[in-house]
């Protein structure tokens, strides 16, 4: 069982910067690739970001290119979303999610086992 918990949230002005952070329980952390995934009111949660267990694969929604960064440090088991040029419509709770199949920066919500309670992102216009 792998305990996420996610940190970082706030509001914002719209152009502002963030950093979540999401910290692992699991000691095997680098056997599982992590990804990011939000969920805007009244909408589906979708994907983000998502990197593979050493780093070397990253994949980002196509509304965030550019302007997010997901970055992992092993050694304290913690993956980090860095989010510049905010908009109102990033506004949502943002998930940290653990995949088994670490080798791929996953972009499908069902390949992720494991989810954090969610930390709350309101960017203001």
């Known amino acids: 069982q792998v305990r996420l918990v996610e940190s970082g949230g706030g509001l914002v002005q719209a152009g502002g910067s963030l950093r979540l952070s999401c910290a692992a329980s699991?000691?095997?952390?680098?056997?599982?690739?992590m990804g990011w995934f939000r969920r805007a009111p009244g909408m589906e949660r979708e994907f983000v970001a998502a990197?593979?267990?050493?780093?070397?694969?990253?994949n980002y929604a196509d509304s965030v290119k550019g302007r997010f960064a997901i970055s992992r440090r092993s050694g304290e088991s913690t993956v980090y979303l860095q989010m510049y040029g905010l908009k109102p419509e990033d506004t949502a709770v943002y998930y940290c999610?653990?995949?088994?199949?670490?080798?791929?920066?996953?972009?499908?919500?069902?390949?992720?086992?494991?989810w954090g309670q969610g930390t709350q992102v309101t960017v203001s216009s």
């Open positions: 999610a653990a995949s088994a199949i670490a080798g791929t920066a996953a972009t499908s919500r069902a390949l992720y086992a494991y």
């Open positions: 699991e000691r095997t952390f680098d056997s599982y690739a």
């Open positions: 990197i593979s267990w050493d780093g070397a694969s990253t």
